[in-house]
């Protein structure tokens, strides 16, 4: 004879499995933050920030390439450098706002008080790369303000 203590052990057990297993579906994770957040959060999702951080690693990958030395052998090699790195800087700067714009009120709180920092050195990195005789020195640092925030932040 079975031991009714066990089928009802077993029934509960199937059933909270199958709680667990709806709660941890996306839908129901969507309608839980709507519950959950106040109505100003908003939540970015894992791949929607690992997009646009992608993005900004490869504009970091043609900066450190942009910032050797150029050969002399090529005319205006000085002048086509400053130009790469001043585009590249732009386009992190774009990237970087886009973030910062995104992450107000979200679920990645250590973005807004870094980014907001890191967006002033690539503004100050792009005016010491304008100036005649260009200056790299915070154009290299921005690789490291990449560095500082995610060992901070992992």
């Given amino acids: ?11 509960l057990f199937v059933i909270s499995v199958c709680i667990v297993m709806i709660g941890c579906s996306s839908q129901m994770a969507a309608s839980m933050r709507k519950v959950t957040y106040p109505p ?32 002399t052998d090529i005319d205006n090699a000085k002048e086509i450098q400053r130009q790469q790195v001043l585009s590249t800087l732009r386009n992190m700067g774009r990237i970087a706002a886009s973030l910062h ?24 990195a792009r005016v010491a790369a304008s100036i005649e005789p260009p200056r ?15 060992k901070v932040n992992r």
């Fill in 1 to 11: 004879m079975k031991n009714p203590g066990n089928s009802i052990s077993w029934m």
């Fill in 136 to 150: 790299y020195y915070f154009a290299g640092k921005i690789s490291g303000g990449c560095t500082n925030c995610h």
């Fill in 40 to 71: 100003d959060f908003t939540y970015t999702k894992q791949a929607d920030l690992r997009t646009d951080m992608d993005q900004l690693a490869k504009q970091m990958v043609i900066l450190e390439q942009a910032l050797v030395a150029p050969s």
């Fill in 101 to 124: 714009a995104n992450d107000i009120g979200t679920n990645h709180p250590f973005m807004q008080d870094y980014m907001q920092e890191f967006i002033g050195k690539i503004d100050e």
